[in-house]
């Protein structure tokens, strides 16, 4: 069973940095490209970042310069690192497997976890 | 950026009936969209992929249509479970954008 659980989401003051982590279990990690899509309370979807099976990335301009994308293939794991942080980032971040390794599937979101709620306040 | 945009923002409906939700993109991406489904607390599910690829798993109730610029989701006959939001997405390039989303409501 495919499964994708992130953590690492916290409240933290504006200005302040944080890392979400993806684990994934259930198929072959480094044949995916993994993305990360966020929804603000009472909003829709936002896609935030993508990160292919070659590491090649992809990023929102609302992010880029700002969030790094990472993968560790041997481990399984997605990450994100989110520095200067605004109320604007303040949503639920999920941790997407695409549905393939190549465009376009790999720009279809597959399977999703459940997110984990980052929230930027002072 | 390609423009995403969705209608009707929601949308009243009875058990039995047949929904129909509307996207268009600002700008010609071939077939590659995809539909999701979210309920209240929970993570997306997609629906379909390619305008119009079931997804495996989906009820036969739900199609997707459309290429170019303007694509459809319809719900042949609404069942209590279908009662959501619907979104789309373009994969066409990025930056990857979602339509704003149809509530689909109880009458």
């Known amino acids: 069973e495919v499964r994708v659980s992130e953590s690492g989401g916290t409240l933290v003051q504006p200005g302040g940095s944080l890392r979400l982590s993806c684990a994934a279990s259930g198929f072959s990690f480094g044949n995916y490209a993994m993305s990360w899509v966020r929804q603000a309370p009472g909003k829709g979807l936002e896609w935030v970042s993508t990160i292919g099976v070659g590491g090649d990335t992809f990023y929102a301009d609302s992010v880029k310069g700002r969030l790094t994308i990472s993968r560790d293939n041997s481990r399984s794991t997605l990450s994100l690192q989110m520095n200067s942080l605004s109320a604007d980032d303040t949503a639920v971040y999920y941790c997407?497997?695409?549905?393939?390794?190549?465009?376009?599937?790999?720009?279809?979101?597959?399977?999703w976890g459940q997110g984990t709620l980052v929230t930027v306040s002072s | 950026d390609i423009q995403m945009t969705q209608s009707p923002s929601s949308v009243s409906a009875s058990v039995g009936d047949r929904v129909t939700v509307t996207c268009r993109a600002s700008?010609?991406?071939?077939?590659?969209l995809a539909w999701y489904q979210q309920k209240p607390g929970e993570a997306p599910n997609l629906l379909i992929y390619?305008?119009?690829s079931l997804q495996s798993g989906v009820p036969s109730r739900f199609s997707g249509s459309g290429s170019g610029t303007d694509f459809t989701l319809t719900i042949s006959s609404l069942q209590p479970e279908d009662f959501a939001t619907y979104y789309c997405?373009?994969?066409?390039?990025?930056?990857?954008?979602f339509g704003g989303g149809t509530k689909v409501e109880i009458k």
């Open positions: 997407v497997k695409s549905y393939g390794a190549s465009s376009p599937g790999s720009r279809y979101f597959h399977h």
């Open positions: 700008q010609v991406i071939n077939t590659w």
């Open positions: 390619a305008a119009s």
């Open positions: 997405q373009q994969a066409n390039s990025f930056p990857l954008t």
